[in-house]
């Protein structure tokens, strides 16, 4: 299947500084990409869509000013942490999907990144 | 109508057995029903996925079993080994337009040499 690329796996920083994670979709043309963020033994939470040039879409609740999120090519997405928290440490995963046709493709999914703020 | 139910939260299987997982969903517009699995530490990985025009698809030991009136479908592990404990997630889709995949709320499943 298709790789999609999440760097780094894993970040410590200090609360208040800001932490950029990298997503690369490496062997294909991602026109969305996704942004999840998981606690332990929890689910998937979506946290914002991103399309190619355009604004991310966030899910209700979560500040699109503290997690910036940018889609500037086809291939790369960022999610950036701003003046991070102790709170934000935790698991996230982005996701991306095959640009093409009229029906959605699979979703594949990045390694994850943990963040943990000290 | 966007969630999708799944069952049981943590299942203990011993090794060669066969393990179990139901996802239930509510919207008829979901078309495509994938499952991932996700280690410890890991992104997910899909691992099988159907569309409701077949009752059941197989790949080796995973088999998806589809019932749609029921709006019910299951994942079975046959032959359930070790390596497979990881926890698992059913999700529901759509083929067209724009939509998020919705996630089952997962399953961890460990078995037992």
């Known amino acids: 299947g298709a790789v999609v690329s999440q760097h780094p796996s894993r970040v410590i920083c200090k609360s208040g500084t800001s932490v950029k994670i990298e997503c690369r979709s490496l062997d294909f043309q991602a026109t969305t990409m996704f942004w999840y963020r998981q606690f332990p033994k929890q689910s998937l939470m979506l946290m914002a869509t991103s399309n190619e040039g355009s604004k991310a879409t966030y899910e209700q609740g979560v500040e699109k000013d503290k997690f910036l999120i940018n889609h500037a090519s086809l291939t790369l997405s960022t999610l950036t942490v701003t003046s991070a928290h102790p709170e934000d440490s935790s698991f996230y995963i982005c996701?991306?999907?095959?640009?093409?046709?009229?029906?959605?493709?699979?979703?594949?999914f990045g390694q994850g990144t943990r963040l943990t703020v000290v | 109508q966007q969630q999708v139910k799944q069952s049981p939260q943590s299942l203990i299987v011993q090794k060669g057995g066969i393990s179990i997982i139901n996802c239930a969903y509510e919207?008829?517009?979901?078309?495509?029903f994938p499952w991932y699995q996700q280690f410890p530490g890991k992104g997910p990985a899909l691992l099988i996925a159907i569309r409701p025009d077949v009752s059941e698809k197989k790949e080796g030991r995973f088999t998806i079993s589809f019932n749609k009136s029921a709006k019910q479908f299951s994942l079975h592990i046959m032959d359930s080994q070790p390596g497979d404990s990881a926890t698992y997630f059913c999700?529901?889709?759509?083929?067209?337009?724009?939509?998020?995949?919705?996630f089952g709320t997962g399953t961890r499943l460990l078995v037992s040499p």
């Open positions: 999700a529901a889709d759509r083929s067209t337009g724009f939509q998020k995949l919705v």
């Open positions: 996701s991306a999907r095959q640009k093409g046709g009229r029906t959605n493709t699979e979703a594949f």
């Open positions: 919207n008829t517009a979901f078309d495509y």
